[in-house]
């Protein structure tokens, strides 16, 4: 089993994302809650992709470039 530590999001991920043309208009779009607290935070299954995607990459951090590449949104 694979532990990954939680990614921290933040308004600037955000802020990526919609340069990216992403529908990004708030937390909801990678996680559960509108507003994430530090420590109690949910993902939905956007959000889960990206931690997954880190953990398979290795990457110290999730990259909001890698949304492009969400299955679900390709469909």
Known sequence: MLVVSPSSATMNMQKQAK??????????????????KKDAVTYNDRGKWLVDQKASRKAK??????????????K
Do not use: S
């Not at 951090?61 to 390709?74: E, I, N, Q, R």
């Open 19 to 36: 340069e990216l043309g992403l529908p990004a208009e708030n937390c909801l779009y990678c996680h559960a809650e509108k507003m994430p």
């Open 61 to 74: 951090d999730v990259d909001v470039a890698w949304l492009k590449d969400y299955p679900a949104d390709k």
